[in-house]
């Protein structure tokens, strides 16, 4: 059983910026591509950003430019800098295989003045 637990989060002003990091309870990098999500209140969750099979990245419209994926394969470990956050990216951020398996309990991020 997949086990995830992503941290990081927390309360930051516009244009602030926050790491989140998400530690995988086993490899499963080698089962499907990892990747995060987010989930506003009272939206869909959604797909932000995720590697592919190949060496690509893929980034949601709405975060290009401002958020990084990367990964530690050694630490089961992947990470999401957000930069330049706005009020928008606001929400419960998950961490998950592509496509995504048993949820963990995800890291909360408030972009409010």
């Known amino acids: 059983q997949v086990h995830l637990v992503e941290s990081g989060g927390g309360l930051v002003q516009p244009g602030g910026s926050l790491r989140l990091s998400c530690v995988a309870g086993?490899?499963?990098?080698?089962?499907?591509?990892m990747g995060w999500y987010r989930q506003a209140p009272g939206k869909e969750r959604e797909l932000v950003a995720h590697?592919?099979?190949?060496?690509?990245?893929i980034y949601a419209n709405s975060v290009k430019g401002r958020f990084t994926i990367s990964s530690d394969n050694a630490k089961n470990t992947i990470y999401l800098y957000m930069n330049n956050l706005r009020p928008e990216d606001t929400a419960v951020y998950y961490c998950?295989?592509?496509?995504?398996?048993?949820w963990g309990q995800g890291s909360q991020v408030t972009v409010s003045s």
């Open positions: 998950n295989s592509v496509p995504p398996s048993a």
């Open positions: 590697f592919t099979r190949g060496t690509s990245i």
């Open positions: 086993r490899n499963i990098f080698s089962v499907n591509p």
